[in-house]
């Protein structure tokens, strides 16, 4: 999925598994933030995956040249399911005009017993 042009906007797409991959995680928790403010509140589909989402972000050029004005948004994602280890504090880099997708593995918690 392209974005318009070069404009400073990027699509984001995050996918959860456990398994490496083998097992989709559906209605997982995911939270997309940047400098401390929430951007995005998503839960994950029985593919495991979220919708695209348009978030700001340098255009091109600028994230090329650092003399150019806003170098890059850092995004920070939090990743939560119940019976899983929350991921937390993942960093997330994006170039205007592009798509990305965050592919996350989450454990499962150990659950003890006799």
Same mark, same amino acid.
Do not use: H, W
């Given at each position: 999925?392209?974005? !318009?042009?070069?404009?400073?906007?990027? /699509?984001?797409?995050? #996918?959860?598994?456990a398994?490496?991959?083998?097992? @989709?995680?559906?209605?997982? $928790?995911?939270?997309?933030?940047? #400098? !401390?403010?929430?951007?995005?509140? /998503?839960? &994950?589909?029985?593919?495991g995956? &979220? @919708?695209?989402?348009?978030?700001p972000? @340098?255009? $091109?050029?600028?994230?090329?040249?650092?003399q150019?004005?806003?170098?890059?948004?850092?995004? $920070?994602?939090?990743?939560?399911?119940?019976?899983?280890?929350?991921?937390?504090?993942?960093?997330?880099?994006?170039?205007g005009?592009?798509?990305?997708? /965050?592919?996350?593995?989450?454990? @499962?918690?150990?659950?003890?017993?006799?």
């Open positions: 999925m392209l974005v !318009e042009d070069n404009k400073g906007v990027s /699509l984001l797409k995050v #996918q959860v598994y398994g490496n991959e083998a097992f @989709p995680i559906e209605g997982a $928790r995911v939270v997309i933030s940047c #400098q !401390e403010k929430i951007e995005a509140f /998503l839960i &994950t589909d029985e593919n995956s &979220t @919708p695209y989402i348009k978030l972000s @340098p255009k $091109r050029e600028e994230s090329l040249s650092p150019m004005g806003e170098k890059s948004y850092v995004y $920070r994602g939090n990743i939560y399911a119940d019976g899983f280890m929350p991921k937390k504090d993942l960093y997330i880099s994006l170039v005009g592009t798509s990305s997708v /965050l592919k996350v593995n989450l454990i @499962p918690l150990y659950k003890g017993g006799n």
